[in-house]
Nanobody, 125 residues
Framework: VQLQASGGGLVQAGGSLRLSCAAS????????MGWFRQAPGKEREFVAA????????YYTDSVKGRFTISRDNTKNMGHLQMNSLKPEDTAVYYC???????????????????WGQGTLVTVAS
């Protein structure tokens, strides 16, 4: 599976961005899709994940209520809608996919087998 993330950019605090993750090589329907981010000087951290449908979504506490993860299996794509952005959301965002990820490890980056190249999100104060 090859993943291509896009949609990053510069936005003012309070603004919105929509990240997309396009997959090729295999159908994504069997994969857990996740988004991680890495800010300068910090470790990569979990942001959100979705299993089979929107009823199975998981978020880190700092983005709950502001970010929404979704997937479109017919188009082999995933999205991360980011609203009410804050300067602390500034990071490189990575999409990832993995098979047979059990729930206790869904927030762990090593659980994911495939990674996109990352897209930079900069939130200006």
């Amino acid at each position: 599976v090859q993943l291509q993330a896009s949609g990053g950019g510069l936005v003012q605090a309070g603004g919105s961005l929509r990240l997309s993750c396009a997959a090729s090589g295999r159908p994504l329907s069997s994969y857990v899709m996740g988004w991680f981010r890495q800010a300068p000087g910090k470790e990569r951290e979990f942001v959100a994940a979705v299993r089979w449908s929107a009823d199975n979504t998981y978020y880190t506490d700092s983005v709950k209520g502001r970010f929404t993860i979704s997937r479109d299996n017919t188009k082999n794509m995933g999205h991360l809608q980011m609203n009410s952005l804050k300067p602390e959301d500034t990071a490189v965002y990575y999409c990832a996919a993995g098979l047979r990820i059990i729930l206790p490890t869904i927030r762990v980056s090593s659980s994911y087998h495939y990674w996109g190249q990352g897209t930079l999100v900069t939130v200006a104060s």
